[in-house]
């Protein structure tokens, strides 16, 4: 079932005090899971570039009387998907600051489809890569194949609302919630994760890509 979708409201980017080069974004979220609270991330930012989280909060949403405010604790917190929720902040965040649009490949979900749309994927981003070459070339295949299989596969568990993606992934694939994530941290150095280039850039370089990508589902960005 898709992610249901999260209202978010992306502040100014404010100039740091004595500081030419750097600002700070404010992101926050109001997940319908947890009607009671607004989830806020501050990023720190430079011209044209989101830089990473300093700041993260969890509090009371809208003008409550102190008397309803709900209790935070760390039971609480520890069971919020706040990888997720970063996800679609830094989204929104990178769409303020970069002018960039929010994308992610094209939705699959059973293995057939994931399988796929990897390989079709692969042959656009790597038009010279021939596995039938030699064995160097067959294991690069093969891996830039599994990168795509698992951030596709990551990106359903996503939109599934799973509360560890790389959990979800890791007991399809028989392996560690670490590998996985070592996977998807090598899939964004290779420049195969949605988001790591900016929608437009990725159509510029490869334009017959555009089959293959969407918008990033879930953001209302007021």
Known sequence: MPAREIPIKVGAVTPVDGDPWHSTLVVTLEPPDYA??????EYLTKPLEVLHVYGFHVRPRGERPAGEWGKVGAGLIRDMPVARWEKLARSAAVLEVEGATPWGWRHAESDDEIAELAKAIVQVLFPDLDPLVGKAAARRWSRMLRLVEVTLQTEAAEARGEKSPAAAVAEERGVTPGTVRSWLH??????????????EELKEKHPE?????EP???????
């Open 209 to 213: 890509i555009a089959k293959y990508v």
């Open 36 to 41: 009671d609270l607004a989830v806020t991330f």
């Open 186 to 199: 090598q899939a964004r150095q290779e420049g195969v994760a949605p988001g790591e280039i900016s929608l």
């Open 216 to 222: 990033r589902p879930g953001i209302a960005v007021d």
